[in-house]
């Protein structure tokens, strides 16, 4: 489970063309059909998708450069944009899908490796550049099974879902709506814990699973729960 930037980019191409091929077979009623996002359709999905790349473009330059560049002008055009965007033909959609992530890999190719240490800021607040190449692949992965159509948290390489539910969990660390858990891995005893272990319950299920019921993103009928009883409820993911 690297950050390494430069060891990601791989798995962060096959993601890319993974999300390209489903994005290829959509057509018209396609991309107007709902994505699993609220009031966000499979065309406001890829929008976004492509915009995000085009963000993480603006922060990989600002690392470059030192030039405070934010990742997107502002939440308004950001909403402005996928507004406008989503009302594309598939093909236009596929376009700039396609050359957005072509930005995306230039401007990882031209980084320094003295840029990678430098802090960047995000819609968030500041973060490491060397995470970048992540925060790319994480916005890929997800949002393909966002798209509803076809691709699913079981399709996740088991790298990436270990990695995202490790990230989840640690963001879970503090927050008093997050209810005590311990995680267990199908087949291992390795075991994730958020809040007090004692005499919280454990779930058990794939890396996947756990990660999608975590992100929101389904995953609750691959878990099972010790002591009997329902599954507990986290918060929103993000």
Do not use: K
């Amino acid at each position: 489970m690297t950050a390494d930037p430069l060891l990601l980019t791989g798995d962060l191409d096959d993601a890319t063309a993974r999300l390209l091929r489903t994005a290829a077979a959509l057509d018209d009623a396609a991309v107007a059909a709902p994505s699993l996002l609220p009031g966000w359709t499979r065309a406001h999905v890829l929008t976004h998708l492509a915009r995000n790349a085009d963000g993480f473009v603006n922060l990989l330059t600002s690392a470059r450069t030192g030039e405070r560049i934010p990742m997107y002008a502002s939440t308004a055009a950001r909403a402005a944009d996928i507004a406008t965007g989503a009302a594309r033909t598939p093909a236009a959609l596929l376009d700039d899908l396609r050359r957005s992530a072509e930005r995306f890999a230039e401007a990882v190719a031209a980084m320094p490796v003295q840029a990678w240490a430098a802090t960047v800021e995000t819609r968030r607040g500041p973060w490491p550049a060397a995470m970048l190449v992540w925060g790319r692949l994480r916005e890929v992965e997800v949002h393909h099974v966002d798209l509803a159509a076809g691709y699913t948290p079981a399709d996740w390489p088991e790298a990436f879902a270990q990695r995202l539910l490790h990230e989840v969990t640690a963001g879970l660390a503090g927050r008093d709506d997050a209810p005590a858990l311990v995680l267990r891995f199908d087949g291992s005893s390795h075991e994730v814990v958020v809040g007090d272990p004692d005499g919280a319950p454990t779930v058990t299920g794939p890396a996947h699973g756990l990660a999608a019921w975590l992100t929101g993103r389904g995953g609750a009928d691959t878990l099972a729960v010790t002591p009997d009883g329902p599954l507990p409820t986290p918060p929103e993911w993000m």
